[in-house]
């Protein structure tokens, strides 16, 4: 049977070498140490006052997620007319450095829902990288905030013009930092590290706002990308495409990751006439074959994460009104049940538990199965809008708000 995994990206990262950090002690990219929002520490059940709170600091505007390795935090966020990419002491929350650049809003950009910016940045061996709300792309040096390289995706390669800004999160792959770009022949385009050359491009999608991450199918390291209008396998080192499947709706709105199992069944979704599907993914005579194993239109992810456990995907299902968190099942999309104890929720997994955190500020430890949600411990944080997955390492839960960053103790 072909080989059917999701590569660990920390392993894959720049020509400095896999992060030198435990993968325990690390979040280095969206999604954590493996980009699937998994992570082996467990939790106990909670004080009944909730976890402590080590400490709180306010944060520029964004939904950008905090990154973490060698007890520094990184984030970036939004002040004025500028843009700040920040490095933080992972102890006490105290600034280390700051690199300000001017990022003007471009006239095409709906600010309704904030001003961004989105992406989550990436640390790839002592360089971290990280792109703005209109798409500018910078290389900076991990422990001074020095620049070291500069890329202006829709300016200057003339990317995709999403109204909502630019949201995909850096991948990394050997010496390559892969993004969507978008537009004929650059859907995704690959940048060495070391220098910010155009390393490849491929595909003739325009970009929507899910990040791209790594599987290993037939042995071989693919990257997936949800774009505008399909989702779509990639060879990492050259780009040449290998695969595609439409997924429709309004593209430029595909926000959630898509979720890949071990049994090459791919999880798709998104909102505003997106839905749901499930695709086999399977390596047949050194061709990738994609066969969709089931659509439906009422479940639909708008821009939290899901988590599949088991032989169940758990999604936060809706993009107005109530969104319920959904168990369905992998092989044939039946919902297996709904439950609105949260309200819209991003998972991370913690050992045999899932750690939860949902837009107006629940954070929980839950335990989620085919037979229902089981909540062991709950706590509310002082926060308005806390729409950005928190990162976890070691036994520190960080929480980013709109506004604000949190970081917690795990008992």
């Given at each position: 049977?072909?080989?059917?995994?999701r590569?660990?990206a920390?392993g894959?990262?720049?020509?400095?070498?896999?992060?030198?950090?435990?993968?325990?002690?690390?979040?280095?990219?969206?999604?954590?140490?493996?980009r699937?929002?998994?992570v082996?520490?467990?939790?106990?059940?909670?004080?009944?006052?909730?976890?402590?709170?080590?400490?709180?600091?306010?944060?520029?505007?964004?939904?950008?997620?905090?990154?973490?390795?060698h007890?520094?935090?990184?984030?970036?966020?939004?002040?004025?007319?500028?843009?700040?990419?920040?490095?933080?002491?992972?102890?006490?929350?105290?600034?280390?450095?700051?690199?300000?650049?001017?990022?003007?809003?471009?006239?095409?950009?709906?600010?309704?829902h904030?001003?961004?910016p989105?992406a989550?940045?990436?640390?790839?061996?002592?360089?971290?990288?990280?792109?703005?709300i209109?798409?500018?792309?910078?290389?900076?040096?991990?422990?001074?905030?020095?620049?070291?390289?500069?890329?202006?995706?829709?300016?200057?390669?003339?990317?995709?013009?999403?109204?909502?800004?630019y949201?995909?999160?850096?991948l990394?792959f050997?010496?390559?930092?892969?993004?969507?770009?978008?537009?004929?022949?650059?859907?995704?385009v690959?940048?060495?590290?070391?220098?910010?050359d155009?390393?490849?491009?491929?595909?003739d999608?325009?970009?929507?706002?899910?990040?791209?991450?790594?599987?290993?199918?037939?042995?071989?390291?693919?990257?997936?990308?949800?774009?505008h209008?399909?989702?779509a396998g990639?060879?990492?080192?050259?780009?040449?495409?290998?695969?595609?499947?439409?997924h429709?709706?309004?593209?430029?709105?595909?926000?959630?990751?898509?979720?890949?199992?071990d049994?090459?069944?791919?999880?798709v979704?998104?909102?505003?006439?997106?839905?749901?599907?499930?695709?086999?993914?399977?390596v047949?005579?050194?061709r990738?074959?994609?066969?969709?194993?089931?659509?439906?239109?009422?479940?639909r992810?708008?821009?939290?994460?899901?988590?599949?456990?088991?032989?169940?995907?758990?999604?936060?299902?809706?993009?107005?009104?109530?969104?319920?968190?959904?168990?369905l099942?992998?092989?044939?999309?039946?919902?297996?049940?709904?439950?609105?104890?949260?309200?819209?929720?991003?998972?991370?997994?913690?050992?045999?538990?899932?750690?939860?955190?949902?837009?107006?500020?629940?954070?929980?430890?839950?335990?989620?199965?085919?037979?229902?949600?089981?909540?062991?411990?709950?706590?509310?944080?002082?926060?308005?809008?806390?729409?950005?997955?928190?990162?976890?390492?070691?036994?520190?839960?960080?929480?980013?708000?709109?506004?604000?960053?949190?970081?917690?103790?795990?008992?």
């Amino acid at each position: 049977m072909p080989s059917l995994k999701r590569v660990m990206a920390a392993g894959l990262l720049a020509a400095g070498g896999a992060a030198s950090a435990s993968e325990s002690e690390s979040w280095p990219q969206w999604g954590g140490p493996s980009r699937d929002f998994r992570v082996a520490t467990e939790s106990a059940p909670w004080p009944e006052r909730g976890l402590p709170i080590v400490w709180q600091r306010d944060l520029d505007e964004g939904y950008s997620g905090v990154v973490a390795s060698h007890g520094k935090l990184f984030t970036i966020g939004r002040r004025g007319d500028k843009e700040r990419v920040v490095a933080f002491s992972a102890d006490a929350g105290k600034t280390l450095w700051t690199y300000e650049y001017e990022a003007p809003l471009p006239s095409f950009m709906l600010t309704n829902h904030g001003v961004g910016p989105r992406a989550t940045p990436l640390l790839a061996g002592d360089r971290l990288f990280s792109v703005g709300i209109a798409g500018t792309l910078l290389c900076l040096e991990r422990d001074s905030g020095r620049l070291l390289w500069r890329r202006d995706l829709v300016n200057e390669l003339g990317g995709s013009r999403n109204t909502r800004g630019y949201a995909s999160s850096p991948l990394a792959f050997g010496d390559l930092v892969i993004l969507p770009v978008g537009g004929a022949g650059q859907a995704l385009v690959a940048f060495r590290q070391a220098s910010g050359d155009v390393a490849w491009k491929s595909g003739d999608f325009a970009s929507g706002m899910a990040s791209p991450f790594l599987v290993e199918l037939g042995g071989e390291p693919q990257v997936v990308a949800l774009l505008h209008g399909a989702v779509a396998g990639f060879e990492p080192a050259s780009g040449r495409l290998l695969w595609s499947h439409p997924h429709g709706g309004r593209g430029e709105r595909n926000i959630s990751t898509p979720v890949f199992g071990d049994d090459g069944r791919l999880f798709v979704s998104s909102a505003y006439g997106g839905g749901s599907r499930v695709l086999r993914l399977e390596v047949l005579s050194g061709r990738t074959e994609v066969r969709q194993l089931w659509a439906d239109e009422k479940v639909r992810v708008m821009f939290t994460n899901a988590l599949r456990l088991g032989r169940h995907v758990f999604v936060s299902s809706g993009d107005f009104g109530p969104v319920p968190l959904t168990a369905l099942a992998v092989e044939t999309g039946a919902v297996a049940w709904r439950d609105r104890s949260f309200a819209r929720l991003n998972l991370v997994q913690l050992g045999r538990h899932v750690l939860v955190l949902d837009e107006k500020g629940s954070l929980g430890l839950v335990s989620l199965t085919a037979a229902g949600l089981t909540v062991h411990s709950r706590m509310q944080l002082p926060v308005d809008k806390a729409w950005t997955p928190p990162s976890v390492v070691g036994r520190r839960v960080y929480v980013r708000t709109n506004t604000a960053l949190f970081a917690l103790e795990l008992p």
